[in-house]
């Protein structure tokens, strides 16, 4: 059953019960009521009974005491009876009144059935107990029901006053139908204004069930309509909101990563195939007589030679990528110490320097000694990717700058040059796996573009970054941000790494 069903019916359940508990209470009361009141009129018709019945003062000393106090006629209600039985049960006297007759009027006979007289009352031969009794019994013939009183008289015999009980009766039946009129018409207004009230409350449920609904189809950019956060619906609709942005996030996450991957084993397989079908034509030429003729054999032999080198540098650069990527892995390329970046930095600048000496490459440090938590051989291959980047893709002479420092909490090392510079849009993509900004551009001297994805991806694994970005008015500045290790932030003295030698100034 529905939630919406499972509350209406709770609802009309507790009402019902409500309204039987209210009913069952008003019934009794009532009834309690008009018996009592039937009780005292029973005890007002005692007191009268003698003069209605015309007995003499002698035969009832309480009826004689009433009597000659003068007590004035009243009124009861149609059809009560007074009877006056001998000491030995027998029937002498009886009367019955109409609607409106006073008991003053003259005696006469009973018109209706009268009440079932026991023969044990008191005053009687075969009676006992009080002589002061009230009972209730039923009529000689038909459903009438009398409740009567009785009193035993001095001299003997029994006044009997019974007084029926059809109004009484007749009033709680037809209470007992106003209240089922009115416990049924509780319950229908209930149920009615339930459904509704019942159904607007949940209607925000059934928004959010479409939602789902255009979500499982797969519409990720559905979202719940918005509602008072003040209720439970809102704060559920509002929740939904939340965690459908996530998935939506996650979806997206999970929808690029997927298309990089593509598009990774795409360049992968392209940049293994170069090789392998350059080994391949060689491997063709000496299987055709290469080998007899020195100078091809040779030429075969060095190309064969060269392709499996750069394949195999290819596949360590995509195996160094792969560990990067997983840094809590027991395989992680990564063995953390505390180092003097600006060490390394000098280290690198030097070899750079060796490789190419017609290039300025100036060096400058600032912020006093960089110290942090990290690899020294990896972080020496990130400076050297990017000094190798200066030297291949930039004229020989270009002015190029290194610094290292501390900016904001950070260890900051720059490699800038007054190169030909790229534009924002390949600033942009420059760290992405097999990019290059020419695409035409050889690969003996451009490489298979990871360079600079193994740059990142080491900024990544010592948990900095590493960003690029064009130099106006031309000339392009890489950027790598570390954390600093704790010694660093107290500046304390540099440890020293490698060749321990300090950071020249600018030169």
């Known amino acids: 059953m ?15 019960a409500a309204m039987l508990i209210a009913d069952f209470a008003v019934y009794r009361f009532l009834g309690s009521f008009l018996y009592g009141r039937v009780d ?3 005890e007002s018709g005692m007191w009268a009974a003698p003069r209605v019945l015309g007995l003499t003062t002698e035969a009832s000393t309480d009826g004689a005491a009433v009597f000659e106090r003068g007590r004035p006629a009243t009124i009861f209600p149609p059809g009560t009876y007074f009877a006056y039985l001998s000491e030995e049960g027998a029937l002498q006297r009886d009367y019955v009144t109409s609607f409106g007759q006073d008991v003053a009027a003259p005696l006469r006979r009973p018109q209706i059935a009268p009440p079932r007289i026991p023969a044990d009352l008191p005053g009687s031969a075969g009676g006992g107990g009080p002589s002061f ?23 003997g015999g029994t006044v009997l006053v019974a007084i029926p009980l059809t109004n009484p009766a007749s009033t709680l039946h037809r209470l007992v139908l106003i209240e089922a009129g009115v416990t049924v018409g509780v319950l229908v207004a209930v149920g009615l204004l339930g459904f509704f009230v019942i159904r607007r409350g949940l209607r925000p449920l059934d928004r959010i069930a479409d939602s789902a609904g255009a979500i499982a189809a797969g519409d990720l950019s559905t979202r719940v309509a918005p509602a008072d956060d003040r209720t439970e619906v809102g704060r559920l ?3 939904l909101n939340t965690m459908l942005s996530q998935i939506e996030t996650a979806f997206e996450e999970r929808q690029a990563s997927q298309d990089r991957l593509r598009r990774f084993v795409a360049d992968a397989s392209h940049e293994l195939r170069t090789p392998l079908t350059s080994i391949q034509g060689y491997a063709e030429l000496f299987r055709r007589g290469a080998s007899e003729r020195p100078e091809d054999l040779a030429k075969a032999m060095r190309q064969i030679e060269t392709e499996s080198r750069r394949m195999a540098e290819l ?27 600006a060490t390394i930095v000098a280290e690198a600048v030097e070899a750079a320097r060796d490789l190419d000496q017609e290039r300025r490459i100036a060096l400058a440090a600032k912020g006093g000694p960089v110290i942090v938590l990290g690899d020294e051989l990896r972080l020496r291959q990130l400076l050297d990717n990017l000094l190798s980047n200066v030297r291949e893709h930039t004229p020989s002479g270009t002015r190029v700058r290194a610094l290292v420092g501390r900016e904001d909490g950070l260890a900051v090392v720059e490699v800038s040059d007054d190169g030909p510079g790229i534009d924002e849009e390949d600033a942009a993509r420059v760290f992405e796996r097999f990019f290059r900004v020419d695409p035409s551009r050889s690969r003996q001297r451009g490489g298979v573009g990871l360079g600079f994805s193994i740059v990142s991806a080491i900024a990544e ?39 321990g030698t300090p950071v020249s100034p600018l030169r």
Not at 133 to 155: I, W
Not at 319 to 338: C, F, G, H, K, W
Not at 484 to 489: F, R, T, V, Y
């Open 315 to 341: 596949v360590d650069e995509l195996l160094l990528l792969a560990r990067l990527d997983q840094p809590d892995s027991v395989e992680s390329p990564i063995e953390l110490a505390t180092l003097d970046l």
């Open 461 to 499: 694994a010592h948990g900095g970054r590493a960003t690029c970005e064009p130099v106006i008015p031309h000339g392009v500045r890489f950027r790598i941000e570390l954390p600093l290790a704790e010694e660093s932030a107290r500046e304390t003295e540099p440890a020293t790494g490698g060749a």
């Open 133 to 155: 009794t009230r009972f209730t019994v039923e009529a000689v013939e038909g459903p009438a029901r009398y409740r009567v009183l009785v009193d035993a008289l001095t001299g």
């Open 40 to 42: 005292d009129q029973l």
């Open 237 to 239: 609709g509002a929740a």
């Open 2 to 16: 529905s939630v919406r069903g499972r509350v209406l019916i709770g609802t009309l359940c507790l009402v019902a």
